[in-house]
């Protein structure tokens, strides 16, 4: 047998990335350029927010003869500082997100450098980038990617004489496709201008075609902010890495500082818990030994925690009640901001917008989701035959996911409900739109490309019980919009025979004008059918009252009228 260990190397992340593209979603040509554009919007997005910028964001699509798609994407947001333009763009798993416990679009510190890599790896040329501080300077330059070392080249940079602000990106790609179709780079654009309603999109086709997605709001969302991980929602691993890069001296000290909810009290308890487990786990150890074991380990240096401890801590962790984590890191895009977005996007009939409030996963990673129904108008998916279907627009943290739909949790969730009950027959063949978005500090994606949620059931009860209050609200409107077309057909019959019963009346009484009864007939049936019956003003209101949230407490809550008396809502 032939000896391997001669030919064994290392590889670096860049490698092994440049081997495995389609973890990052280039997969697919129309895919692929998806994802780029994705890669550098959300970048720019950030950037923009971050600074407290209303985002005004170009992309541009061209066609070259020999096959290439050029990509260029700009902003103006605050620009890179000179010193970190390569490290961002250039170096994988470089970045000031991957380490952070907070609310963010991206995660991992790929996606740039990631489209350098598809850029390099499919034509063989650079990016070219410029960027500014809005300080009267520009550095700008061309980059690539050392694949064995993982660190970026610059070449032909120079410093530009111009009052820059911002970052643009001028990429030349192959093995990618443009077209219009629903995972293309334009629906994308279309569903980001519909989460991001503070964000002004111009977006330019390969035909010269331009279109311009207006900002429906010019709110900046609130910075999030950056909380520290719950005691019930790490692992055994977690806590040996988070002790190993502490600064920290005594356990004990490190748990209180380093995980939100965790007190002196609470470390006090974790030292009675993990006496407990060490009985449970030696029957033939005194009480004293155990107590004296619990002690040595929260005296000892975080660095020096062994996996057998860590393991009993993070048991001890679980057997205790924790309030749940902070929430106020979580920035949802609003109720208000969203209707507006939709009415922005698609003018529809009607919309229902809800929110549900925040709630944890894995045991302590806080999550919220927003949820909306649009019905009419542009809503839903136009299909070739001229018919609209219903359509699930999946979004994380205002970011759409246009790909891998059938294995999240958001689309089984969705696609799980009796949608019959709330009056749409045939999901597939109504004009309908529903918006989903999961807010989190940690997204629960199902592989590195980032399209797709995986299946906590935290999560995808969320989504149902959201999705169910927003489908609610819109039954009520399509009984409204049903009993309405029943009144008109009711008034069109006995309208169409009002003629021959008005000259029959006087026909028969041998007196009267039959014009002026036809007339005065008429306006007893229009006035009946422009009011709701008694039975249908019934039924209205016992509808809503079924539909209407519950007040804390479960009772009906009360408003106050214009006269300082209570009624009832």
């Known amino acids: 047998m032939a000896d391997a260990s001669g030919s064994f190397r290392e590889h670096s992340i860049a490698e092994f990335f440049k081997k495995n593209r389609q973890m990052l979603g280039f997969s697919g040509k129309v895919r692929s350029l998806t994802t780029l554009v994705h890669e550098f919007v959300t970048n720019s997005l950030d950037a923009c927010e971050e600074a407290g910028i209303l985002p005004d964001i170009l992309v541009q699509i061209e066609q070259h003869p020999d096959g290439h798609v050029v990509l260029t994407i700009e902003d103006n947001g605050p620009g890179l500082p000179k010193k970190l333009v390569a490290k961002a763009l250039g170096q994988m798993l470089a970045g000031t997100k991957f380490h952070r416990f907070m609310q963010q679009r991206g995660q991992q510190g790929i996606g740039a450098s ?38 970026p080249i610059v070449a032909n940079d120079r410093d530009v004489e111009e009052n820059y602000r911002g970052l643009k990106v001028v990429a030349i790609f192959g093995d990618v496709k443009y077209d219009r179709s629903e995972y293309s780079p334009f629906e994308y654009v279309k569903r980001t201008a519909l989460a991001n309603p503070h964000a002004q999109i111009r977006f330019i086709e390969p035909t010269g075609e331009r279109v311009l997605f207006p900002r429906a709001s010019e709110l900046v969302p609130g910075r999030p902010a950056e909380i520290q991980p719950h005691p019930l929602g790490i692992t055994v691993h ?60 929260m005296g000892l240096a975080p660095r020096a925690l062994k996996w057998e401890e860590a393991e009993r801590l993070v048991e001890s962790f679980k057997r205790l009640k924790w309030v749940a984590p902070e929430t106020d890191a979580l920035r949802p895009i609003g109720p208000e901001q969203v209707e507006k977005a939709l009415k922005n996007i698609f003018n529809p009939e009607f919309t229902s917008v809800t929110e549900r409030r925040p709630k944890v996963f894995r045991g302590g990673i806080p999550f919220m989701v927003e949820a909306a129904i649009a019905y009419g108008g542009n809503s839903g998916c136009r299909k070739a035959d001229g018919g609209t279907s219903g359509v699930i627009m999946r979004f994380a943290n205002r970011v759409p996911l246009l790909f891998d739909a059938g294995g999240c949790a958001i689309t089984s969730a969705v696609k799980g409900m009796d949608w019959k009950r709330y009056d749409i027959r045939d999901f597939d063949n109504e004009p309908v739109s529903v918006f989903v978005n999961l807010v989190s500090v940690h997204v629960p994606y199902t592989g590195a490309g980032k399209q797709a949620i995986s299946d906590e059931e935290e999560v995808v009860e969320e989504v149902r019980l959201a999705v169910m209050d927003a489908a609610r609200r819109m039954q009520l409107f399509l009984h409204g919009r049903l009993r309405e077309r029943n009144r008109e057909v009711k008034k069109k019959a006995i309208l169409r ?68 008396e209570d009624e009832e809502e």
């Open 114 to 151: 990631g489209a350098v890599m598809y850029s390099q790896i499919t034509t063989g040329k650079p990016v070219y980038f410029k960027t500014g501080l809005g300080d009267g300077k520009a550095y700008e330059g061309e980059l690539s990617i050392d694949f064995k070392a993982n660190k």
């Open 497 to 564: 025979y009002i003629p021959q019963f008005a000259q029959d009346l006087v026909s028969l009484s041998g007196k009267g004008n039959a014009k002026k009864l036809q007339e005065r007939l008429t306006s007893i049936v229009e006035s009946k059918y422009s009011q709701l019956t008694l039975g249908e003003a019934e039924e209205e209101a016992d509808a809503s009252a079924n539909c209407a949230p519950e007040k804390p407490g479960g009772k009906a809550g009360k408003a106050e009228n214009g006269n300082g």
């Open 238 to 297: 977690d806590l040996l890495e988070y002790a190993g890069a502490t600064q920290e001296k005594k356990l004990s000290v490190f748990l209180v500082n380093a995980f939100s909810r965790f007190s002196q009290g609470k470390a006090a308890e974790v030292k009675s818990e993990y006496a407990k487990i060490v009985k449970e786990r030696d029957s033939e150890a005194l009480e004293t030994d155990a107590e004296d074991a619990a002690e040595r380990v």
